[in-house]
């Protein structure tokens, strides 16, 4: 594979990751929903929804990163494309 | 007066088994977390990066500066990204979650394991000082007895009873430690005890509740009270009959079914009542209803729920009326051609009905043969009963009933087993029960039944018992699942939708238990 393939597949699985985290960021988002009813259950939510919510950011940053791979595996075709 | 509710879907033991699971999906999500984290970090040291910019030098050297800054940009957010401040510490912040829940989960476990043993020792402790002081007892009791006469002590008992129901939980669940301050090495009832424990099979002194109250069984048995087995050999169980003025429905909610216990204590006694709830698939729900004690005599007699039963039942022998019951309920199966269907069977009872209700649900032999999936007591003591996980329990009690607080410790919290609770004591002073009397202790008598028992102000504790008064709490308990106010409940309801709430018709039949010194001999294994 060339280093345009290789930059493509590197940013396809950066797309994999992001979309594990975003699922991971709904598993955890789940356990929000204990029976459990008190001020320190309330605390539990609290630190729960804050790892969701942090991991969606981190999942919309990796998706970023997949744009900078596909991004520079644009610039590495158009300077193939020039030599030619 | 509104009602309290623990255990079940909504209890402290569903809490800490959801916790449970929150801890494997919060490891679990912190270990994929981890994978991402390494999968981003070699994006970082990724050689194509380099290779990348070496194609763009070499081809378009004008864009090797711009794709150079593209590629360090890339590499430090990955970096960050991937990094302690981003994906790798969200994992180490998800696994710190899930450490901090399962230390708590195990502590609050551990200390509720702490405070029923500390709870059990004081009331052993209590009840040791009471044996001590039991010639001192005795003596205020026959000066209470001789001024009052035994109305009045009776009633002041009753009355004491009502304000202090914990009086009950300490006698109860001290009940070991007050047999073993009279035993060897406490005053003169050390011989007949130790007879009575040699007669129940155990050793001297009794180490737990269960042997302490199989001991007094035996002492009763020594004076020749309270052993069905002295004297009766089997149980006769009369063709079914449909009651008279029972409409052919479904109990209507926890409320209908108590109208059943309380029809059972009216009409003749030694009645069980079988409910066939058709489904819509074609199969069947069957209620079982018990009654409650109908006889206080302490020899047996041809009425299997007396007193005799309610002791047997406690320590975990079989009875003539459990058994008796069994064969009812297989009699109206067989008559419509269900026997050995697995339909599913909800046990219910008031008083004795409850114990036996939920002594049927433990016994494995009974289980074999019937899929027991819901029980209900009202106002019973059945906390020690090994019900399985998988059958559902909803069990109502009064505070001041000291009926259920006689096995000595609070119902298990379990997310398949609800406690409804309702206080009774406004704080006003408890009114004569010779006028306000709901009931006797024992099953649901006449008084019991009608609205001007449910209706009246707080009696005593005997009155607390009363089905009469259960019907009212009952009443605010299928309130509450209309509303949806307790996520237990709900749970509840869901369970029992295939027995009660239905408008569908039902076949009710009763069957008339009667204890035989012959055949036909049911056998007595449980």
């Known amino acids: 594979m060339d280093v345009q393939g290789e930059l493509r597949s590197r940013a396809a699985r950066a797309r994999v990751d992001a979309a594990r985290l975003q699922r991971f960021a709904a598993q955890v988002a789940a356990v929000e929903r204990v029976a459990w009813e008190s001020p320190a259950a309330a605390l539990f939510r609290l630190r729960a929804d804050e790892r969701a919510a942090a991991l969606r950011s981190l999942a919309r940053r990796v998706e970023g990163l997949a744009q900078h791979l596909d991004a520079l595996a644009v610039d590495v075709r158009q300077a193939s494309e020039r030599r030619r | 007066m509104s009602i309290d509710v623990s255990g079940g879907a909504g209890g402290i033991a569903a809490s800490l088994t959801d916790l449970d699971l929150a801890v494997v999906v919060l490891r679990r999500t912190g270990c994929g977390v981890g994978e991402v984290s390494a999968s981003i970090l070699r994006v970082a040291v990724d050689p194509v990066l380099l290779g990348a910019g070496l194609v763009v030098a070499q081809h378009d050297p004008g864009r090797a500066l711009e794709a150079g800054r593209r590629i360090l940009e890339l590499e430090a ?18 696994m710190a979650l899930a450490e901090g829940v399962a230390g708590s989960v195990t502590a609050y476990r551990a200390g509720e394991a ?41 009633r002041r008992l009753d009355q004491l009873v009502f304000r202090h129901p914990w009086l009950v939980d300490t006698a109860a669940g001290g009940l070991d430690g007050l047999l073993g301050s009279l035993g060897p090495d406490g005053p003169g009832p050390a011989i007949v005890l130790g007879a009575a424990a040699a007669l129940a099979g155990l050793t001297w002194p009794p180490r737990t509740e269960e042997e302490a109250v199989r001991i007094l069984s035996g002492l009763a048995s020594l004076g020749g009270g309270l052993d069905e087995d002295s004297a009766w050999a089997g149980v006769d169980v009369s063709p079914g009959v449909t009651p008279v003025g029972r409409a052919p429905t479904a109990p209507s909610g926890v409320a209908g079914l108590i109208e059943d216990a309380i029809d059972l204590g009216m009409g003749d006694p030694g009645r069980v009542r079988v409910v066939q709830v058709p ?75 409850g114990i036996l209700a939920a002594a049927l649900a433990s016994s494995g032999r009974f289980r074999a043969g019937h899929h027991v999936t819901d029980v209900v007591t009202i106002g019973s003591p059945v906390g020690r009963f ?90 605010e308990v299928d309130a509450a699942v209309v509303a949806g106010t307790s996520r ?39």
């Open chain 2, 386 to 475: 090994p019900i399985p996980a998988d059958v559902t329990v909803l069990s109502l009690e009064h505070a001041q009933d000291p009926v259920p607080r006689l096995d000595g410790i609070p119902n298990p919290d379990r997310p398949t087993w609800t406690t409804v609770r309702r206080d009774l004591d406004d704080g006003g002073p408890a009114p004569d029960p010779d006028r306000a009397r709901g009931s006797t202790a024992g099953g649901a008598q006449p008084a019991d039944a009608g609205a001007p028992a449910a209706s009246a102000p707080a009696a005593g504790a005997l009155a607390a018992h009363g089905a009469g008064r259960y019907l009212v709490t009952a009443r």
């Open chain 2, 488 to 526: 237990s409940l709900d749970a509840w309801a869901r369970s029992a939708a295939i027995f009660v709430g239905h408008p569908s018709p039902a076949v009710v039949t009763d069957y008339h238990l009667v204890r035989s010194r012959t055949d036909p001999v049911v056998v007595r294994d449980r």
């Open chain 2, 279 to 353: 489904q819509a698939d074609g199969s069947s729900a069957w209620i079982l209803q018990l009654p409650g004690t109908q006889v206080w005599e302490p020899r047996p007699g041809p009425d299997p729920f007396d007193l005799s039963t309610n002791l047997e039942a406690m320590t975990g022998e079989a009875t003539l009326a459990a058994a008796g019951a069994t064969v009812a309920l297989d009699r109206a199966m067989a008559a419509a051609g269900r026997a050995g269907q697995d339909d599913p069977v909800m046990l219910t009872g008031h008083s004795q009905g």
């Open chain 2, 77 to 94: 957010e990955a970096l960050a990204v991937g990094g302690l401040r981003g994906v790798a510490g969200e994992a180490a912040a998800l």
């Open chain 2, 114 to 154: 702490a405070t029923a043993a500390a709870l059990g020792r004081l009331q052993d402790v209590a009840m040791s000082a009471a044996a001590a002081a039991l010639p001192v007892l005795l003596l205020a009791a026959s000066v209470d007895v001789a001024v009052e006469g035994p109305d009045g002590a009776l």
